[in-house]
């Protein structure tokens, strides 16, 4: 496991757990990850982050999933105040994988050279498995905010501010807040839904209006 110092108790449950705990400075998401991977010292790894876990489906695939691909696709969903929210349902994941198959990229929602939202590639042929991975990242509205905070001002200091690219940005916030509500059907779940589906739909424009501040 690699931990950057956390201040709760992550190593001494790992260490428990039986794990190998390697600790490391904070640097960027990529960079975490890309660290881990190569200190990975079997054939596979299973990439978690630590609000994440396995259902009971998901953990007998695992087990039993054959070795004649490179990789699996996870379902993963998303909880928000103890909630799944559709628009955060069935994600899917590369996050079982052959460790010498596979890259890490950024895919930033806001600017193309934020190192966030980065997500795994695998070169050879890839299998999806049953089950789901849940993810439990927003407990209370206060997380979500203090992450989204965070998320949008990392995609800004990489952002050239522009008058013209927030007034886009804003633009395409109107279509965007009804794909979710529609299509991805956080109309559906009702306030949390459509808080979430709020914010999500403004994401770049918040992103690029600090950029216009900065």
């Not at 800004?156 to 886009?168: D, K, N, P, Q, T």
């Amino acid at each position: 496991m690699l931990d950057a110092y956390s201040r709760d108790h992550t190593v001494q449950f790992a260490r428990g757990a039986g794990a190998v705990v390697v600790q490391r400075e904070w640097t960027n998401y990529v960079d975490a990850r890309s660290f881990a991977l190569a200190s990975v010292g079997t054939p596979w790894a299973l990439m978690l982050d630590a609000d994440e876990a396995l259902d009971d489906v998901l953990c007998e695939a695992i087990g039993e999933a054959p070795e004649d691909v490179d990789g699996y696709i996870v379902r993963r969903t998303t909880y928000f105040c103890g909630h799944p929210l559709r628009m955060w349902r069935n994600e899917p994941l590369l996050r079982l994988f052959r460790t010498d198959r596979v890259t890490l990229k950024a895919n930033p929602a806001a600017s193309a050279d934020a190192l966030l939202h980065e997500a795994w590639t695998c070169a050879g042929e890839v299998g999806e498995l049953r089950g789901t991975l849940l993810h439990f990242s927003y407990p209370d509205v206060a997380s979500y905010r203090a992450k989204y905070d965070r998320y949008t001002s990392l995609e800004a200091e990489r952002m050239r501010g522009s008058f013209l690219g927030f007034i886009g940005a804003c633009a395409a916030s109107l279509p965007r807040l009804a794909w979710l509500l529609l299509r991805k059907g956080a109309l559906l779940d009702g306030p949390r839904g459509w808080y979430v589906a709020y914010y999500s739909a403004i994401y770049p424009a918040v992103a690029m209006g600090k950029a216009l501040l900065q």
